[in-house]
C-alpha cells in the first residue's frame, strides 16, 4: 500500500521558540537550531502531547504527504514559512482510507497522560483570548516604564517593565504571556524571532483601569554553559525607554490560569522571573480582597533566589500582609547561610502542603528554572504519600482538572 502520512510540522512564522513542545515531547520528536523548531516524521507518534501546551498553536500544522516524501528535519531548519499543502492527486483508496481517524480521542488522552502537568484550565478560569496578534498584525505598545527589581551591583539585572497599548486591544489574563519581536536582523540577515515573556499583572492592567501589562525580564549575560553571551531580545528589553515604541504579539496561554471559584487555594512555587505570573495572580486576589470580594480561599508561595537582593519585587512582597499570604523564600548564594532552594523549604512546610493537596480547591502552579520542575514534583510525591494519599490517583486528578500547571524554561 502506498503510505500516506499526515505530517506534523511548525509554523515557524508564528512559533516563538519558547521550547514547550520540545520538552513535552515524551519520544524526542522535536528538534531545533538557533533558527528553527522541527519535527522528525521517523519519531513523531501523533501522541498529540505537545499540542495543548504550546502557548501559539503554531504546533498545530499538519501537511498530507507520501510518506516516502515526508519533509525532512535538515529541509525544516531552513524554512521561514510552512509550504503549501499540495494536493495528492490519484492516491490509492486504500492509501486515504488509512488516513481517516488519524488524530482520535484516544490520541488526545495519550497527551494529557504523557504531560506531567494539567494541559486543561481550572474550570472556573474565565475564558482567555489567544492569538489576537501575530506576526501578521503585529500590535504596538508604548514604553510607560522600566524599573529594575533587583538591587544594583548584584549579578542579576532584573527589570520590571511597564507597556501600554493606548485604545488598541490587548486583553490578558493572569498566568498568559505575550511576544516581544526585538529590532533588527541575526547573523542571517532574517528578522528576529519573537521572545515569550510572562506577563506581570492582573487582568485589569498593571494600573488598575489601565490599559497596560508589566513585564519581568532578567538581562542574560551568559548561555546554559555559563559562556559570556549577550540576550538579544532581554538586553533590548531591560535597556529600553520610556517612550519607546515595541513590537508585540499574542497574547498566548490557555492553560496557566487562576481559578475564578471562591475558595479556591493558589500553591505558587516559583524562580526568577518565574515569579511574573505568580505577581498576577497575587495581585488580582489582592485587588478583590481590597474592594470587598476575598475569595476565602489560601495563598501560599514559595520563591526561590540566589539571596534577597537579586529577588525581584522582594520590597513589596514584604508588604504584603502575613494573613494574605504565606510567604516563603528560599535563598541558595547567601553568605555563610546553607543553600536552599524552593522545594527545601517546602518539604520543611510539608504539613500545610499535605492540607491543601487533600483539598479539591487547591491550584498548583510552578514556573522558573526548569531543574526545580522534578524536584518539586518530588515534594509533592513524597507529601501526599507521607499523609495517606495516593499519589497516582491524586497526580491525574490534578492533571485532569486543571489544578498542577508548569511553566519551565
Ligand atoms: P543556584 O544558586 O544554585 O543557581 P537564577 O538566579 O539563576 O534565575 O536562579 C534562581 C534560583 O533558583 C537560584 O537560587 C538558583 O540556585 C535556584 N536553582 C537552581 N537550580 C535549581 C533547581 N534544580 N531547583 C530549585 N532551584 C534551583
Known amino acids: 500500500m502506498t503510505e500516506v502520512l499526515k505530517q506534523h510540522l511548525i509554523d515557524p512564522e508564528i512559533c516563538i521558540r519558547c521550547n514547550t513542545c520540545e520538552d513535552t515531547c515524551p519520544v524526542d520528536a522535536i528538534t531545533h537550531d538557533s533558527r528553527n523548531y522541527v519535527v522528525d516524521a521517523d519519531i513523531c507518534n501523533h501522541c498529540m502531547a505537545c499540542i495543548s501546551p504550546c502557548p501559539t498553536g503554531s504546533i498545530d500544522n499538519w501537511r498530507t504527504v507520501l510518506r516516502v516524501a515526508a519533509y525532512p ?60 496578534h501575530g506576526i501578521r498584525n503585529v500590535i504596538t505598545a508604548t514604553v510607560s516604564g522600566n524599573f ?43 528578522a528576529h524571532h519573537a521572545r515569550q515573556y510572562s506577563i506581570a499583572n492582573p487582568r485589569d492592567g498593571e494600573r488598575p483601569g489601565y490599559n497596560n501589562v508589566s513585564l519581568t525580564v532578567k538581562r542574560v549575560t551568559t548561555d546554559y554553559d555559563g559562556k ?57 486576589r489582592r485587588r478583590l480582597r481590597l474592594a470587598g470580594n476575598d475569595n476565602g480561599g489560601k495563598l501560599m508561595l ?50 500545610d502542603i499535605a492540607t491543601l493537596l487533600k483539598d479539591a480547591n487547591s491550584y498548583f502552579y510552578v514556573c522558573g528554572l526548569k531543574g526545580m520542575e522534578a524536584g518539586v514534583l518530588d515534594v509533592l510525591r513524597d507529601t501526599a504519600i507521607s499523609h495517606g494519599m495516593d499519589w497516582q490517583t ?16
Request: aromatic fraction near 6%; charged fraction near 20%; include cysteine.
Open 148 to 190: 529594575r527589581v533587583t538591587q544594583l551591583g548584584t549579578e542579576s539585572d532584573t527589570h520590571h517593565i511597564v507597556l501600554d497599548f493606548g485604545s488598541a486591544n490587548f486583553p490578558v489574563l493572569e498566568g498568559q504571556s505575550l511576544g516581544i519581536i526585538p529590532p533588527g536582523v541575526d547573523a542571517q540577515g532574517r
Open 302 to 351: 514559595f520563591f526561590g533566589a540566589r539571596s534577597q537582593q537579586e529577588l525581584p519585587y522582594f520590597g513589596p512582597l514584604m508588604n504584603l500582609p502575613k494573613d494574605f499570604i504565606d510567604i516563603n523564600f528560599a535563598f541558595s548564594r547567601t553568605p555563610n547561610q546553607p543553600k536552599r532552594y524552593v522545594q527545601d523549604l517546602m518539604r520543611e512546610r510539608a504539613a
Open 73 to 132: 528535519t535538515a529541509d525544516q531548519l531552513t524554512w521561514d514559512e510552512l509550504p503549501k499543502e499540495v494536493p495528492l492527486a490519484d492516491l490509492p483508496a486504500d492509501a486515504v482510507a488509512a488516513l481517516d481517524g488519524d488524530i482520535t480521542d484516544e490520541l488526545q488522552t495519550n497527551a494529557a497522560d504523557a504531560s506531567l502537568g494539567s494541559v486543561v484550565a481550572p474550570a472556573s478560569a474565565s475564558v482567555p483570548t489567544v492569538n489576537l
Open 394 to 409: 491524586l497526580h491525574a486528578e490534578l492533571k485532569r482538572d486543571g489544578r498542577l500547571h508548569l511553566e519551565t524554561y
Open 228 to 284: 559570556p553571551v549577550r540576550g538579544v531580545a532581554s538586553n533590548y528589553v531591560c535597556d529600553l525607554k520610556k517612550g519607546d515604541v515595541v513590537q508585540v504579539i499574542g497574547p498566548f496561554g490557555a492553560t496557566f490560569l487562576m481559578p475564578n471559584h471562591a475558595p479556591s487555594n493558589l500553591l505558587m512555587i516559583c524562580t526568577g522571573t518565574g515569579s511574573a505570573p505568580m505577581r498576577a495572580m497575587t495581585e488580582r
